[in-house]
Nanobody
Framework: QVQLVESGGGTVQAGRSLRLSCISS?????MAWFRQAPGKKREGVAA???????TYADSAKGRFTISRDDAKNTLYLQMSSLKPEDTAMYYC????????????????????WGQGTQVTVSP
């Protein structure tokens, strides 16, 4: 089983930046970031395939950048221009197989999950 450990969360003011990291115990073909705010459904934020090609949710486009360093088995999410509505628990997810483009931000297709790191953005 792949173990994922997130870090980098915290409390920041609106407009500032944060970088999340996720260390994986093993290689994953597809990795992604999801988030879940209190009382809301978990939603996909960004995903990256084995070839480095990224996919973003509309809410993340232009503000967030996902990347991976396979030499370090680490996934990153650079978040800028943060908004209060970005406040949520952020989860790293991995899949040991290639996922179709249509499902990259679908939580049901990911088999491995981290414990999450909290991001809080104040007005």
């Amino acid at each position: 089983q792949v173990q994922l450990v997130e870090s980098g969360g915290g409390t920041v003011q609106a407009g500032r930046s944060l970088r999340l990291s996720c260390i994986s115990s093993n290689y994953a073909d597809t990795m992604a970031w999801f988030r879940q705010a209190p009382g809301k459904k978990r939603e996909g934020v960004a995903a990256v395939r084995f070839d480095g090609s990224p996919t973003y949710a509309d809410s993340a486009k232009g503000r967030f950048t996902i990347s991976r360093d396979d030499a370090k088995n680490t996934l990153y999410l650079q978040m800028s221009s943060l908004k209060p509505e970005d406040t949520a628990m952020y989860y790293c997810a991995g899949a040991r197989f290639v996922i179709s483009q249509s499902y990259l931000l679908d939580a049901d297709v990911y088999s491995d999950w981290g414990q999450g790191t909290q991001v809080t953005v104040s007005p």
